[in-house]
Nanobody, 121 residues
């Protein structure tokens, strides 16, 4: 079993930066593809960014490419999301995910409780 705890959310002005962290428990976390999804009010949960177990291969949604950076620290069992040049449309609850696999879409076996990010114009 893997438990995920997000932190770092909050209120930020448009154009600013924020760093999300996700601390994981469970010995298998380091072997999983992990990352972040988000859910804006009234919308479905959407893929944001994922990183493979090796820490090199990354995936980003078109909407955040060039602005967000995902990374992981295996020694700390932690995954990060560096958010730069944020926009009001980045406002959402951000979920940490683990054990993600790609079929027709990304599917993830573990989800955190979420952390709120609000971007003011």
């Amino acid at each position: 079993q893997v438990q995920l705890v997000e932190s770092g959310g909050g209120l930020v002005q448009a154009g600013g930066s924020l760093r999300l962290s996700c601390a994981a428990s469970g010995r298998t976390f380091s072997s999983y593809t992990v990352g972040w999804f988000r859910q804006a009010p009234g919308k479905d949960r959407d893929f944001v960014a994922l990183i493979r177990a090796g820490g090199v291969i990354t995936y980003y949604s078109d909407s955040v490419t060039g602005r967000f950076t995902i990374s992981r620290d295996k020694a700390k069992n932690t995954v990060y999301l560096e958010m730069n040049s944020v926009k009001p449309e980045d406002t959402a609850v951000y979920y940490c995910v683990a054990d993600c696999r790609l079929g027709s879409n990304w599917w993830c076996g573990y989800w955190g409780q979420g952390t709120q990010v609000a971007v003011s114009a």
